[in-house]
């Protein structure tokens, strides 16, 4: 078992490639789908899975990813411990600019509040940004592809070098308002 690197493949020419995590696919192909429709300026590969390790078999035809996002659905406490066990199949430079986490159903009660805690302190604990989607409407898709569109761009090396870690910042920023706040 090989750990996933983020810098042993020479990237294409203006190619960016993402990796979506979600072990329930609820949100995957929406997803994939409007990442490919609204980016024009660069070709995007996008790739699923469910959980890592990668398969070894296809390793060596594998272009380098330069982004994976870990898609967490609050409402299953087993999409959290999925992502938490896929965490050990990557190499510690994943987690410079290359990592980030996607949660869903962060408005959908009390229950759901204690794993955005843990999902928090676990995207702390790697210094990966944390995004809220809401992804059952295509409005909310749709917000969910741009702002991982300006991740994916940053992580890629495709912005211009005026982007700023203050900027990237404000892309990650979660937008769902809590208590949790204060922890």
């Known amino acids: 078992m090989a750990l996933l690197t983020p810098y042993s493949k020479v990237p294409e020419l203006n190619t960016a490639t993402v990796l979506l995590v979600e072990n329930e696919e609820e949100l995957q192909s929406k997803l994939a789908n409007a990442l490919v429709q609204y980016e024009k300026d660069f070709n995007i590969n ?3 899975a469910r959980k890592l390790p990668l398969p070894v078999e296809n390793k060596e035809t ?7 996002v870990f898609i967490v659905n609050l409402l299953s406490e087993r999409s959290l411990q999925s992502v938490e066990s896929s965490l050990t199949h990557l190499h510690s430079d994943c987690f410079l600019g290359k990592v980030c986490f996607l949660v869903t159903d962060a ?12 999902v928090r302190k676990l995207a702390a604990s790697h210094q990966c940004p944390v995004l809220c989607a809401e992804h059952r409407t295509a409005d909310g898709v749709n ?3 741009m702002r991982l569109l300006g991740i994916l761009k940053v992580s890629a090396g495709m912005s211009p070098i005026a982007t700023t870690a203050l900027y990237l910042s404000s892309l990650t920023r979660c937008s769902v308002t809590s208590d949790l706040e204060e922890d």
């Open 46 to 48: 996008v790739r699923l």
């Open 62 to 68: 594998r272009p380098r990813i330069d982004l994976i």
């Open 107 to 118: 408005r959908c009660g009390s229950h759901t509040q204690g794993r955005l805690v843990s």
């Open 143 to 145: 917000a969910a592809a």
